[in-house]
């Protein structure tokens, strides 16, 4: 499934797709960056996230995490955020806090 997502920083367009086992973040097209997880009953967990180092500042993680617990929270599973990451993300977006179990 693609998500159409905001523009990153520079206005460059974007769209993150779940595929098995990761979300992936393009800008124009090009895969810079992903969000692994693994699905262990009602939970999610996710271990590692990553946007390649020339895209980085530009907001990129921050919109591939967002789109993720969205999806997450649309499938009505936990999050476990075992990724630093994405336990920042949360820690920032206390929204999620209902449904997130400690990594």
């Keep these: 499934m693609t998500f159409e997502t905001p523009p990153d920083r520079t206005g460059a ?3 993150v797709t779940e595929q098995p086992g990761r979300f992936v973040i393009e800008v124009d097209g090009r895969p810079v960056g992903l969000a692994d997880f693994d699905d262990r009953g009602g939970s999610r967990v996710f271990p590692h996230t990553e946007v390649l180092p ?10 591939l995490v967002a789109e993720a617990l969205r999806s997450t929270r649309a499938a009505g599973l936990r999050i476990v955020p075992t ?3 994405v336990a920042e993300f949360i ?12 990594g």
């Design 54 to 63: 020339e895209y980085q500042g530009r907001g990129l993680a921050t919109i």
């Design 13 to 15: 367009p974007t769209t």
């Design 83 to 85: 990724c630093w990451m």
């Design 91 to 102: 820690d920032r977006h206390p929204e999620y806090a209902d449904i997130t179990d400690p």
